[in-house]
């Protein structure tokens, strides 16, 4: 069975983070959280600490479904900088591995990577300009292929039920968002917030 792998580095954003994890792992998501650091606890952008399921350097990534990355500062840079996860984000990207990214991941971490040539995206206001005037939608959530975009906490819930959308299909989709009361309609009826 495939798996999906959620990096976690100091800095990042808990709402992104915790609200994936969450509604993946309700859709029967097969999904670990992994740890970019040398430890499993991890501290986010606001002060609290996740324990990791795994450590990056002590995890074997074969079969992989999803790559996802939640925002924050400076969780971004540090995803960015950390260069085994640069050399797995292409590697899975050139075979048309997916990849979900939101906040401040899509620009910092993509956008300089070259993972979004070719796409459309979205990301937290003021990283607009390192995405560039082709790349760059103004919405909640962005599905450009293989790859789902978000542009910050408020919307990581619909973020995370795009994944499930483009997962396992609408209808799981909304039986996670029903059981969440997110909205009473179905997801053909909200395409404000959905890609």
């Known amino acids: 069975m495939k798996e999906s ?3 976690l580095a100091d800095g990042f954003e808990e709402m992104e983070a915790i609200s994936a994890i969450d ?3 309700r859709a029967g998501m097969s999904l ?26 002590n995890t074997l990534f074969k079969d992989i479904d999803w790559l996802i990355l939640p925002g924050g500062m400076p969780g971004a840079t540090n995803l960015y900088e950390f260069a085994p996860l640069q050399g797995l984000l292409s590697s899975h990207h050139s075979k048309g591995g997916r990849i979900a990214a939101i906040c401040a991941a899509p620009a910092v971490v993509l956008a300089q990577s070259g993972l979004l040539a070719g796409h459309h995206a979205t990301c937290y206001p003021g990283f607009e300009g390192m995405l560039g005037e082709d790349i760059y939608e103004d919405r909640p959530v962005v599905v450009s292929k293989n790859i789902v975009t978000g542009n910050g906490p408020g919307n990581a819930m619909l973020w995370a039920l795009n994944i499930v959308k483009c997962q396992f299909g609408e209808e799981v989709a909304n039986r996670v968002a029903g059981d969440l009361l997110l909205f009473p309609k179905e997801f053909s009826e909200t395409d404000l917030y959905f890609g």
């Open 5 to 7: 792998f959620l990096f």
């Open 23 to 25: 509604i993946l792992r």
């Open 32 to 57: 670990k959280t992994v740890s970019i650091t040398s430890a499993l606890q991890v501290k986010g952008a606001h002060g609290i600490t996740i324990t990791a399921d795994v450590i990056y350097d």
